[in-house]
């Protein structure tokens, strides 16, 4: 069975940094692109960030670009997404979500963590 | 950017009815467009790519319909899992992604 298992969410002060995980199995983890698409309470979806199956592509949303860094190990089979300089607008339960190789679109997505971003 | 703009914003039905979804692209998209349903507290689900193919395991009664900037995602008699809200996705300008700020289908 496919898995994706984010972690590494909780409370930050604002300016502050995280780093999430996301864990991956069931399927072989270095063939893929992978996402981070992020949900403000109660909103919308967005996409924050891309990278490709070897790290050789890697995109970032305009309100993200400058501030997070999106990487992954494929040893580990994990994907990872390192937050700084975080906002309160930045807050979100935050998805990885796996590319589908047939496709091309987010299949299937993680349960998500929880960042909030508060004095 | 690409902007997509779902309606309505709710959608009160009743099992058994049929539902209605739209999502209207700023500019043309070609067929680059998916749906997902995502219930509360749960991720979002791929329903429906390339703006009319049902995902794996998706169900009939879910058909999508479409192309450029308008495009309807159709429920042909409602079930009670089938209570969401709905998002639509672009891909059109890929890297950069978009989503619709989704309707939320209710029970009457």
């Known amino acids: 069975e496919v898995q994706l298992v984010e972690s590494g969410g909780g409370l930050v002060k604002p300016g502050g940094s995280l780093r999430l995980s996301c864990a991956a199995s069931g399927f072989t983890f270095s063939s893929y692109s992978m996402n981070w698409v992020r949900q403000a309470p109660g909103k919308g979806l967005e996409w924050v960030s891309s990278?490709?199956?070897?790290?050789?592509?890697?995109y970032y949303a305009d309100s993200v670009k400058g501030r997070f860094t999106i990487s992954r190990d494929n040893a580990k089979n994990s994907l990872y997404l390192q937050m700084n300089s975080l906002r309160a607008e930045d807050t979100a339960v935050y998805y990885c979500?796996?590319?589908?190789?047939?496709?091309?679109?987010?299949?299937?997505w993680g349960q998500g963590t929880l960042v909030t971003v508060s004095s | 950017e690409i902007v997509l703009t779902q309606s309505p914003a709710t959608l009160s039905l009743s099992p058994g009815e049929r539902a209605t979804l739209s999502c209207r692209a700023s500019q043309s998209v070609s067929s680059y467009l998916a749906w997902y349903q995502q219930k509360p507290g749960q991720a979002p689900r791929l329903l429906i790519y390339d703006a009319s193919n049902r995902a794996t395991g998706i169900p009939a009664r879910f058909s999508g319909s479409g192309s450029g900037t308008d495009f309807t995602l159709t429920i042909s008699s409602l079930e009670p899992e089938d209570f969401a809200v709905y998002y639509c996705q672009q891909r059109s300008n890929w890297p950069s992604y978009t989503f619709g700020q989704g309707t939320k289908l209710e029970i009457k």
């Open positions: 979500a796996r590319t589908a190789m047939v496709t091309n679109w987010f299949d299937p």
């Open positions: 990278i490709s199956s070897s790290s050789s592509y890697i």
